[in-house]
């Protein structure tokens, strides 16, 4: 152990305990052959596409769209250092818009929810009029007017 270490290496050799610590060896044992590094960035390349892809396609249904595009990011940051840089821009909005809707009053909240619960609604409604033709706004007033 050499008699001096700086920050950073401080801090690697305490993340290096369990799963995190095995993944990062591993990654790194991948990473030493030649063959290995290009074979890790193919199959994070893809993988990170793959979940990235699904999320954005469920981004105007309800469910976790957004969730899926920032964990195919997440995933993609393990490998490129573009991405790790948009995850953090990412991370910093998303706890800068939590503080700020915290921050307001309650009935600002639930205003804000409702907006969202608007959207949401609006998202089914129209995917569901033109993806299957089904126009749920006609239904209900059709059901209304005959009972």
Do not use: C
């Not at 044992?29 to 993988?47: C, E, M, Q, S, Y």
């Not at 953090?88 to 909005?93: K, S």
């Amino acid at each position: 152990m050499p008699a001096q270490q700086g920050p950073r290496t401080a801090v690697a050799e305490r993340r290096r305990g369990g799963w995190r610590g095995r993944l990062h060896t591993t990654l790194d044992l991948i990473r030493a052959n030649p063959t290995g590094r290009v074979a890790l960035k193919i199959f994070i390349g893809i993988l990170g596409a793959l979940i990235v892809t699904v999320g954005i396609a469920l981004i105007p249904l309800p469910g976790p769209g957004w969730l899926l595009v920032i964990a195919g990011l997440g995933v993609w940051a393990v490998e490129f250092h573009w991405a790790r840089r948009l995850l953090a821009f990412t991370r910093r909005h998303v706890h800068a818009w939590t503080r700020w809707v915290t921050s307001r009053s309650l009935p600002v909240r639930l205003l804000l929810g409702a907006v969202g619960l608007a959207f949401v609604a609006v998202v089914v409604w129209a995917s569901l009029k033109y993806s299957l033709g089904i126009d749920l706004f006609a239904r209900a007033l059709h059901y209304l007017a005959t009972h």
